[in-house]
């Protein structure tokens, strides 16, 4: 094993915890998102990407321990060649910051549950699985991990002066120079690691608790989802393939649908009388137009005659626009946003694009959607664009006919067509009168 490669990397290390540290997202901003109950998207996927980062700067850390113990065969108090005591260095380095990068995320960044609750979230964009906050705060606090820490720092003390003496050499040097401020890290106390241990009993058992009246609200929404879904009757739709037409040539990427079954079961189990969205992204010539770039695969699967985004109870999927307007009723709704901000919302969006169906109908978690989540992390936080949630059976919400309300109410969108309700509207129509069909067809 190279010294000098594993001395490097530490040394990088030294410099990478505190820049991650100072990149969190502000205390002021997670106040804010505990009291009203959630994170915004923009809150969410900054989140997402710095516990990324997080996740990736702690492996490395484990990775040079790992490097370490595979090179030195000794027990600590058996360390006596000089090559040993640099790689003792190195690996004691790399533990102080591993327990700096752990105490700032049990300590200082997820002291609420609701924090706590979103890093336990996966987030499968980054490829991070569910429970990582429960399994570090696990390592954070197992006892066989303080003890081999307490050991190596007495050993630190009891050998201060061999350790000083490495100031000047060429492969520790420089880690020997941080050390005062490394050591500065730690706190094993017993006092400390027993209120270590407690806390993550409590936060143990409150999750499991959570957890548990999660799996049973879930499981019962989704059987009920399924079942209301599958028994829709099979009639013919009135947004008839000509409809269907005349809506294309005014749709822009962006553009909204709320849409409407006469007959679906559906419609005693979700709200309103309008009780669906889905998003109009675009075709591939569209997409290349704004200058959307997304990666490889999205583009290959977004392709053909796929332009919605659209979240059904087999995911969040492209769809052609034949399977997202087969319905009976449908206004198309427009954010007030610049071309940047179209392209960054759809950007934005599409990345979730594979993602479960959220049968519980949950904003908190991002790791499944429900069908108005779309637009909600689409495009809430752009210019203009601010998107309340509202409490409904204890959950933070947006319904479609929320979203109707946004358009009639704020400048932040437009109603741009309706079409198939109330009954008397059998065309396609657009312009000034819309909003007021719209909004005498559910208020």
């Given at each position: 094993?190279?010294?000098?490669?594993?001395?490097?990397?530490?040394?990088?290390?030294?410099?990478?915890?505190?820049?991650?540290?100072?990149?969190?997202?502000?205390?002021?901003?997670?106040?804010?998102?505990?009291?009203?109950?959630?994170?915004r998207?923009?809150?969410?996927e900054?989140?997402?990407?710095?516990?990324?980062?997080y996740?990736?700067?702690?492996?490395d850390?484990?990775?040079?321990l790992?490097?370490?113990?595979?090179?030195?065969?000794?027990?600590?108090?058996?360390?006596r060649?000089?090559?040993?005591?640099?790689?003792f260095?190195?690996?004691?380095?790399?533990?102080?910051?591993?327990?700096?990068l752990?105490?700032?995320?049990?300590?200082?960044?997820?002291l609420?549950?609701?924090?706590?609750?979103?890093?336990?979230?996966?987030?499968?964009?980054?490829?991070?699985?569910?429970?990582?906050?429960?399994?570090?705060?696990?390592?954070?606090?197992?006892?066989?991990?303080?003890?081999?820490l307490?050991?190596?720092?007495?050993l630190v003390?009891?050998?201060?002066r061999?350790?000083?003496s490495?100031?000047?050499?060429?492969?520790?040097?420089?880690?020997?120079?941080?050390m005062?401020k490394l050591?500065?890290?730690?706190?094993?106390s017993?006092?400390?690691?027993?209120?270590?241990?407690l806390?993550?009993?409590?936060?143990?058992?409150?999750?499991r608790?959570?957890?548990?009246?999660?799996?049973?609200?879930f499981?019962l929404?989704?059987?009920?989802?399924?079942?209301a879904?599958k028994?829709?009757?099979?009639?013919?739709?009135?947004?008839?393939?000509?409809?269907?037409?005349q809506?294309?040539?005014?749709l822009?990427p962006?553009?909204?649908?709320v849409?409407?079954?006469?007959?679906?079961?559906?419609?005693y189990?979700?709200?309103?009388?309008?009780?669906?969205?889905?998003?109009?992204?675009?075709?591939?010539?569209?997409?290349?137009?704004?200058?959307?770039?997304?990666?490889?695969?999205?583009a290959h699967?977004?392709?053909?005659?796929?332009?919605?985004l659209?979240?059904?109870?087999?995911g969040?999927?492209?769809?052609?626009?034949?399977?997202?307007?087969?319905v009976?009723?449908?206004?198309?709704?427009?954010?007030n946003l610049?071309h940047?901000?179209?392209?960054?919302g759809?950007e934005?969006?599409?990345?979730?694009?594979g993602?479960?169906?959220?049968?519980?109908?949950?904003?908190?978690?991002s790791?499944?959607?429900v069908?108005t989540e779309?637009?909600?992390?689409?495009f809430?936080?752009l210019?203009n664009?601010?998107?309340?949630l509202?409490?409904?059976?204890?959950r933070?919400?947006?319904?479609?006919?929320?979203?109707?309300?946004?358009?009639?109410?704020?400048?932040m969108?437009?109603l741009?067509?309706?079409?198939?309700?109330p009954?008397?509207?059998?065309?396609?129509?657009?312009?000034?009168?819309?909003?007021?069909v719209?909004?005498?067809?559910?208020?």
């Amino acid at each position: 094993m190279n010294l000098r490669r594993i001395t490097n990397t530490a040394v990088a290390l030294t410099e990478a915890v505190p820049d991650l540290i100072s990149d969190a997202l502000p205390a002021s901003q997670v106040a804010a998102a505990i009291e009203r109950g959630s994170f915004r998207p923009a809150e969410d996927e900054a989140i997402a990407y710095w516990f990324s980062r997080y996740l990736t700067l702690r492996q490395d850390l484990w990775d040079v321990l790992q490097d370490v113990d595979d090179e030195v065969h000794v027990e600590l108090k058996a360390i006596r060649s000089l090559q040993e005591w640099r790689f003792f260095v190195v690996g004691f380095a790399a533990a102080c910051l591993l327990i700096r990068l752990d105490r700032f995320l049990v300590h200082e960044f997820a002291l609420h549950t609701l924090m706590q609750r979103k890093l336990n979230e996966a987030f499968p964009e980054y490829r991070i699985k569910r429970k990582q906050y429960s399994a570090i705060f696990s390592a954070y606090t197992d006892a066989s991990n303080m003890m081999r820490l307490n050991d190596a720092i007495k050993l630190v003390r009891k050998k201060r002066r061999k350790i000083r003496s490495l100031r000047q050499d060429e492969f520790v040097g420089d880690i020997v120079g941080q050390m005062p401020k490394l050591l500065a890290y730690l706190d094993i106390s017993k006092r400390s690691y027993l209120k270590r241990a407690l806390a993550y009993l409590r936060h143990k058992w409150r999750r499991r608790g959570a957890s548990a009246r999660h799996k049973t609200m879930f499981a019962l929404f989704e059987v009920g989802g399924r079942l209301a879904a599958k028994l829709n009757p099979g009639k013919e739709k009135q947004v008839t393939p000509a409809v269907q037409e005349q809506l294309l040539e005014i749709l822009q990427p962006g553009d909204i649908f709320v849409t409407r079954h006469r007959y679906a079961l559906t419609n005693y189990f979700l709200p309103g009388t309008w009780p669906h969205a889905a998003l109009y992204i675009g075709s591939e010539q569209q997409r290349e137009g704004l200058g959307i770039k997304v990666s490889p695969p999205i583009a290959h699967r977004w392709r053909g005659a796929k332009c919605t985004l659209e979240a059904l109870r087999d995911g969040v999927l492209f769809r052609p626009l034949t399977e997202t307007l087969n319905v009976d009723a449908v206004v198309v709704v427009r954010p007030n946003l610049s071309h940047d901000g179209i392209r960054t919302g759809i950007e934005r969006i599409v990345r979730h694009e594979g993602k479960l169906y959220n049968f519980d109908f949950d904003f908190f978690s991002s790791d499944r959607f429900v069908c108005t989540e779309i637009v909600y992390r689409a495009f809430d936080g752009l210019e203009n664009v601010q998107i309340p949630l509202t409490d409904r059976a204890g959950r933070k919400t947006l319904t479609a006919e929320d979203i109707l309300d946004l358009a009639i109410d704020t400048p932040m969108f437009d109603l741009v067509a309706v079409f198939g309700y109330p009954a008397e509207i059998t065309r396609l129509m657009v312009g000034d009168s819309v909003a007021d069909v719209v909004e005498r067809s559910y208020r």
